[in-house]
């Protein structure tokens, strides 16, 4: 007997389309390289940033911004927050703990995104 699809499978579904779309977009470019080429290492690790570069799409905007500020642009944590509050607008301004809490997140889900797909093997030492 076949079940009918439920509006909280849907929701479920589509929270997880836009990521698989990129690891799909990202397996089918890296798919044609082979492992045992020679100039593998040099371009494993421009894979690397380019699935990096790819995860950070699967963020909200405060949490892409939060990490492009503080870890990609290397701003201190007093700058995020004003950098932050500047990009938000009045009222809108995050404590240093929240932002931590926000970047925190924003790591497990890249990770998640990364380690949860076959675009793991581009992360591991040979």
Known sequence: MLRKMTEIQLKKLLRQLHAAQIQDSLLEEYSE???????????????????????????SRNERFVIETHLVYHHTWSETMMFFAEKSGPGCERSERTLKRIQSSALKKMVNFINLSALKEYFHET
Do not use: M, V
């Open 33 to 59: 390289i082979s492992k045992d080429s020679s100039e593998n290492h040099s371009y494993k690790g421009n894979a690397q940033f380019r699935i990096i570069e790819e995860t950070l799409n699967i963020l």
